[in-house]
């Protein structure tokens, strides 16, 4: 009788161990991925891997089976309606890229999933919160009728749009000017109530997007270069917040890039390859989706109209030359008179295939402050930042109309300190002609001020 007793007394310290633990130790979602992404706008494969990551306290803790929904309807994932895919319950401690294999998914569906998972000792999650991914275009036939344009006529006459350049073996500078930067410019009217609404930007050079004046995304030098004669990348970026009812004005800067290298490339008598793929050429789609549930779409045709602007010269080694007597106020808004630009001249660029970019954003991180400024052996002024940076000069200038300043950019100090180290730069100028009082930011290409 004693002993039935004890064994008794362990039996209820066991369970009541087992329930503190399940109570103690709740298995939580941290993490929720797609193609290694948070809630992806841009997938294009037809069988996306899916990831998990687990907060679970307590020790030799460990996931032994799976279930995955995926719906086409945030109301179906909510009520488990998983009417694309449904794994039920799988034995696995797989969390990592595990394959969808569901129903075909579409080109620009969206899609809302939820995970479930045990533990070793069989007890079960809550389900994750539901997330959602987008597919992308995936495939040409998906841009629809967007057409590639370009600028039809260099009509630069700024001075300075020329440049002194010399490469490898060149016994002499040569004067070139490159490729012009082109301006895009077109108004659209949205007329209902936005819902949703995506735009796809695949830009063969550099380039940056505007809506009614103000940059879209946070991104710097998009796209990602590539082979360009093997394939390009186009960018995706949300725009239901920044679509107004009414006309709304789209604008495109563009620059060359790797892809209108005409300059380095082709002056280089050491280069045995001709990469200077032409001009600089840009495509966008516009997809919006309205509250009753019709859709339009916008993209870029001849009707986008074009021009040259202030960027006068622009080579992603020789830099930027900026003539600030160009600028053109107010470009990208809606009401500006471009009676005066031409239509945008229509592109065949010798592309094989458009992909989704999906390696991280380049963005803009954090500003930093000169650490030495002081005058250089030839009496001009050196601003050193302690470090080798990707990055932006913020410069504030007071100067008489026409002025030119030359900004050499390079990555080291002689060894005494006293002077810039041109050799692993070759010390690309940027001249820059300013308006009186006028604040600049530059990089190899102008981008927005920040």
């Known amino acids: ?36 992404k948070e809630n992806p706008t841009a997938i294009e494969s037809e069988q996306p891997l899916f990831s998990w990551v687990v907060d679970a306290k307590g020790i030799n803790k460990s996931q032994s089976a799976y279930h995955i929904m995926v719906a086409s309807s945030l ?43 045990w533990d070793e000792s069989g007890n079960a999650s809550d389900w994750s919160e539901a997330q959602v991914f987008q597919m992308g275009l995936m495939g040409q036939e998906s841009w629809g009728a967007s057409q590639w344009i370009t600028l039809g006529k260099d009509t630069r006459t700024s001075p300075h749009r020329f440049r002194d ?40 050079g550099y380039y940056e997007l505007f809506l009614n004046g103000n940059k879209v995304g946070d991104h710097v030098l998009d796209p990602a270069p590539s082979n360009y004669d093997k394939q390009a990348y186009y960018v995706n970026y949300d725009i239901t917040d920044q679509l107004e009812s009414g006309k709304n004005a789209f604008g495109i800067v563009l620059g060359n890039g790797f892809y209108g290298q005409n300059i380095s490339w082709k002056n280089d008598p050491e280069s045995e390859r001709d990469l ?16 009753d549930g019709t859709q339009e779409d916008f993209y870029t045709d001849q009707t986008w109209k074009e021009s040259t602007g202030p960027i006068v010269f622009n080579n992603i080694y020789g830099g930027d030359t900026y003539d600030a007597r160009y600028e053109i106020n107010g470009w990208n808004r809606v009401g500006y008179n471009d009676s005066s630009w031409a239509n945008a001249a ?14 991280p954003a380049i963005k803009r991180l ?7 400024v002081f005058k250089g052996a030839d009496g001009e002024w050196i601003v050193d930042f302690g470090q080798n940076i990707a990055g932006w000069i913020h410069l504030t200038v007071s100067e008489k109309r026409g002025q030119l ?34 604040n600049l930011y530059l990089l190899n290409k102008i981008l927005e001020s920040f």
Request: aromatic share 10%; hydrophobic share 40%.
């Open 405 to 438: 300043i030359d900004i050499i950019t390079t990555e080291a100090l002689l060894t005494n300190g006293k002077d810039i180290y041109l050799g692993s730069t070759g010390g690309g100028a940027i001249p820059i002609d300013l308006f009186s009082k006028q």
């Open 165 to 204: 350049y010399k490469t490898g073996k060149m016994k002499q500078a040569v004067p070139v000017d490159g490729f012009a930067a082109s301006y895009f410019r077109k108004e659209v009217s949205v007329a209902k109530k936005v819902k949703n609404a995506q735009v796809y930007v695949c830009g063969l």
């Open 346 to 359: 229509l592109a065949n660029p010798k592309i094989k295939k458009i992909s989704a970019q999906q390696i």
């Open 366 to 372: 954090k500003v930093l402050e000169p650490q030495r």
């Open 75 to 117: 109301e179906g994932i909510n009520s488990d309606n998983a009417d694309i895919w449904n794994s039920s319950k799988v034995e696995s401690s797989k969390s990592a890229y595990v394959a969808f294999e569901g129903k075909s998914l579409k080109a620009l569906g969206k899609y809302y999933w939820k995970v479930k998972i």
């Open 1 to 36: 009788m004693h002993k039935i007793k004890i064994l008794s007394v362990v039996f209820v310290l066991i369970v009541s161990c087992n329930y503190a633990s399940s109570i103690a130790s709740p298995l939580a979602f941290s993490k929720l991925l797609v193609n290694s």
């Open 276 to 291: 200077a793929y032409g001009p600089p050429t840009v495509k966008s789609l516009i997809k919006v989706t309205y509250t």
